[in-house]
Nanobody
Framework: QVQLVESGGGSVQAGDSLTLSCIAV????????MAWFRQAPGNDREGVAV????????YYADSVKGRFTISQDNAKNTVYLQMTGLKPEDTGIYYC????????????????????WGQGTQVTVSS
């Protein structure tokens, strides 16, 4: 059973930084794509960033390029999302997601590729 547990959300002011963590209880962790999605009230869920657990693939949505960084600690099966220069439009519930093993390309955020999801963590950015 795959389990993803997010943490690190909170309420901040515009311009602040926040780092989200996602511990993935996966065996094995390698050979997957790990992603962060977010959903604002009234909006569809959108992919924010992706990283390959094996290899160098990564992806960022245009709206967060240059402000957000996805990284991982393979020894801890943990994925991070470092968010800087936060804007009110970054407000939403942030979800960690994982693909099954064997996905060969981690350069996109097609939601249907991800079969494991965390419960989400709220990020609220005030102006």
């Amino acid at each position: 059973q795959v389990q993803l547990v997010e943490s690190g959300g909170g309420s901040v002011q515009a311009g602040d930084s926040l780092t989200l963590s996602c511990i993935a209880v996966l065996f094995p962790y390698s050979g997957r794509c790990m992603a962060w999605f977010r959903q604002a009230p009234g909006n569809d869920r959108e992919g924010v960033a992706v990283i390959a657990t094996s290899g160098d693939d990564s992806y960022y949505a245009d709206s967060v390029k240059g402000r957000f960084t996805i990284s991982q600690d393979n020894a801890k099966n943990t994925v991070y999302l470092q968010m800087t220069g936060l804007k009110p439009e970054d407000t939403g519930i942030y979800y960690c997601a994982a693909t099954p093993r064997g996905v060969s390309f981690c350069g996109s955020v097609t939601e249907s590729d991800y079969n494991s999801w965390g419960q989400g963590t709220q990020v609220t950015v005030s102006s």
